[in-house]
């Protein structure tokens, strides 16, 4: 069989990704998109591109006749899922095949046997892999569960049979919690993946996520690439993964290796897959104290890590396996190399609770050199809620873990990114995290750290001077070229010599009046300013590129306006301040008569009535945007006046959602 072009069912990074690889071998690329991607990366990358439909994901890129039919209008050869969307979809592997395409994955047999967890398990404990202890039967009664989580032992881990991503897990620490969680694992379980069917584990101890890379051919031959240490984990999602992890005893190495090895053999397995493994860390890594969780039947989202150590391309190997060619490489073939750790960046407020955002990315620059970027976005572009936020992988490599995580938040502090808040910060954090620098992991070590963590750093005052002399429109240049301070062309004076200014500094308003008092300086004053203000003078100032004193002290930074905001990029941090017109309105509902989406999403359930009594602070509305469920709380007490959406209903932000009878009528 030979490949010679290839239809990508998927988007964003890893679609971009493939067709890099793609493109090195001389496959020719096919792009599907929504309507809401009409100008994305992936589209202007491909050699050819087909619309199959608007955009949500249920209506495009879940669309299995869409997507065939645009294989069969390009005549492409084969389809590359890419991750997450039809990627461990067996009837989607079924249609492709039927259609005389080839799946760039394993078989849909093999999908099916590691679909659900719970049978999964069964599966791997006849193929004598270790699998984590617990219940994983038939029964589903209350007290049956109830029984079997006694008799494991508390801790225990509710889990979703066809859970993913951390859905319908609930940790349960005694029996009195447990119909409790049981009840709202159940619930979530049902709203995500239609099966509120569950199996209970015994929740390890100082838990650490180690996965291994296995890679099959359809000649029988099954080779594992290594381990990941994905414990960096936020509710269960991975947030910083490496290769190899840290610590790692070669003989545990071995027998990991092996469990996978088998864990893959017992399928059939062909393509890339990911055998994860639960560890008990609380003794060190002991080559007997790991049991099989799961096993992702396509490539991951942190591959790259692997790559890096091995010196090889997955999605290649993916492609040749799928040719019908052997492994390129034998066991013995392979060693690793260094140290590798991938980050993930998104589009969400770490310091407000991980908040998914949305927005135009008005700028984005990424750290050149040797740092390698995944991204599927590029400046101009909008993360939209219809699909994941993540906006890009950042992955270092080094001799030691030491040179790679140092390299690796050195490139996080050189990464612009404005329109949107990120989780930058946070990543730079993690990576000079005293116990995560030290290797000293485990998945609780994010939730343990997490005020450090998520500290907003308030920006330092001349930076919020330079923000507000930005705003307000008197600095302007004439070209982007270098400029001495001798010499002043670049300044340019816009009308009055003296204007007011507001800006949105972390929710709050804050008003600033900005002076010229000659050609080259400014007096700032207003709100958080020292009295009589503050001076600052431009020393030079080539496009983005702005050096500036304060009182006897030169500072450079990176300073990018846009319609709704002046993004300040300084010592490794971004400081984000809104536009007068364009403040946020989140804050708006504390306190207030109404209760209004902060994002757009969709409605999940409405949980109060019309004349019902609340109390502030209780759950109102659960909504979900960008994937994550959040419920939003009443802003005080009161008595619902009017319910303004149903369940389901798709919001834009700033909608009220509900209202309270004012607080003179209530009375
Ligand atoms: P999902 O498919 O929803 O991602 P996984 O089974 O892969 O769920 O588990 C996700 C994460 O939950 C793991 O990486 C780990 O941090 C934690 N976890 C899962 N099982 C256990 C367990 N038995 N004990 C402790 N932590 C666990």
Redesign the pocket.
């Given at each position: 069989m030979t490949i010679t072009k290839i239809l990508i069912a998927n988007r964003g990074e890893i679609a971009c990704r493939i067709i890099r690889t793609a493109r090195k071998m001389g496959i020719a690329t096919v792009a599907v998109y929504s309507e809401a991607d009409a100008s994305a990366l992936h589209v202007e990358m491909a050699d050819e591109a087909v619309l199959i439909g608007p955009a949500p994901a249920s209506e495009s890129y879940l669309k299995v006749d869409a997507i065939l039919d645009a294989a069969k209008r390009t005549g492409a050869d084969a389809i590359h899922p890419g991750y997450g969307f039809l990627s461990e979809n067996p009837d989607f592997v079924e249609k492709v095949e039927k259609a005389g395409l080839i799946f760039i994955g394993p078989s849909a047999r093999a999908i099916r046997a590691m679909g659900l967890?719970d049978a999964a398990k069964a599966l791997m404990e006849k193929a004598n892999v270790p699998v984590?202890p617990g219940y994983h039967g038939e029964a589903q009664e209350l007290v049956v569960l109830a029984g079997k989580a006694n008799e494991i032992g508390f801790p225990v881990?509710i889990?979703a049979r066809a859970?993913?991503?951390?859905?319908g897990?609930r940790k349960v620490d005694n029996q009195a919690d447990f119909p409790a969680a049981l009840s709202s694992a159940r619930r979530e379980a049902k709203a995500s993946f239609g099966d509120d069917r569950v199996l209970v584990?015994?929740?390890?101890a100082t838990?650490r996520?180690i996965e291994i890379q296995v890679f099959g051919d359809n000649h029988g031959n099954v080779v594992h690439l290594f381990e990941r240490d994905?414990s960096a984990?936020r509710r269960?999602q991975k947030v910083i993964e490496e290769a190899p992890a840290p610590d790692m005893p070669e003989d545990m190495r071995a027998a990991m290796g092996a469990a996978a090895v088998q864990a893959a053999r017992a399928i059939q397995y062909s393509g890339a897959g990911t055998v994860?493994f639960?560890v008990d860390a609380s003794d060190g890594l002991k080559a007997d104290r790991f049991w099989f969780?799961?096993m992702n039947t396509r490539l991951q989202v942190e591959h790259p890590v692997t790559e890096l150590i091995t010196g090889l391309d997955l999605v290649e190997w993916q492609l040749r396996v799928a040719a019908g060619e052997h492994l390129p490489l034998t066991q013995d073939q392979l060693s690793i190399n260094g140290h590798a750790v991938e980050a993930r960046i998104y589009a969400e407020d770490a310091e407000k609770g991980f908040l998914p955002a949305v927005g135009r990315l008005a700028h984005l620059a990424f750290p050149g050199g040797d740092i390698r970027v995944d991204a599927g976005v590029r400046a101009g572009d909008e993360i939209t809620p219809f699909y994941d936020p993540m906006i890009a992988k950042v992955i270092a490599h080094g001799k030691t873990r030491a040179e790679a995580l140092g390299k690796l938040a050195g490139a996080l502090g050189r990464t612009e990114i404005a329109g949107t808040v990120t989780n930058t910060a946070f990543l730079t954090r993690l990576c000079r995290d005293a116990d995560f620098a030290a290797g000293r992991l485990d998945?609780g070590l994010i939730d343990r750290n997490i005020s450090s963590l998520t500290e907003r750093a308030p920006a330092p005052r001349t930076i919020v001077a330079l923000a507000a002399l930005a705003a307000s429109g008197m600095v302007a240049s004439h070209s982007g070229k270098a400029m001495s301070v001798q010499s002043l062309g670049p300044f340019e004076i816009w009308g009055a010599p003296k204007r007011s200014v507001k800006l949105g500094i972390n929710d709050t308003e804050r008003a600033f009046v900005i002076e010229r008092e000659a050609s080259d300086s400014w007096i700032i004053a207003g709100d958080g300013m020292p009295s009589g203000g503050m001076r600052l003078n431009a020393v030079q100032w080539s496009g983005n590129d702005w050096a500036f004193s304060a009182g006897g002290v030169t500072q450079r930074c990176r300073l990018v306006q846009s319609g709704t905001e002046v993004a300040v990029f300084h010592e490794g941090l971004t400081y984000r301040f809104g536009k007068q017109q364009h403040l946020r309105s989140d804050d708006l509902a504390a306190g207030g008569d109404q209760v209004v989406s902060a994002m757009p999403g969709i409605i999940k359930q409405v949980l109060v009535a019309q004349g019902q009594e609340v109390k502030a602070g209780e759950p109102m509305v659960i909504m979900e945007a960008m994937k994550m469920e959040m419920t939003l709380p009443a802003p005080r007490d009161g008595v619902i006046a009017d319910v303004l959406v149903a369940d389901g209903v798709q919001v834009t932000d700033g909608v009220a959602l509900v209202t309270l009878q004012a607080q003179a009528d209530a009375a």
């Open positions: 967890k984590v881990l889990k859970g993913g991503g951390g859905k897990m584990e015994k929740y390890v838990p996520h994905c984990q269960h994860e639960i969780m799961e998945t």
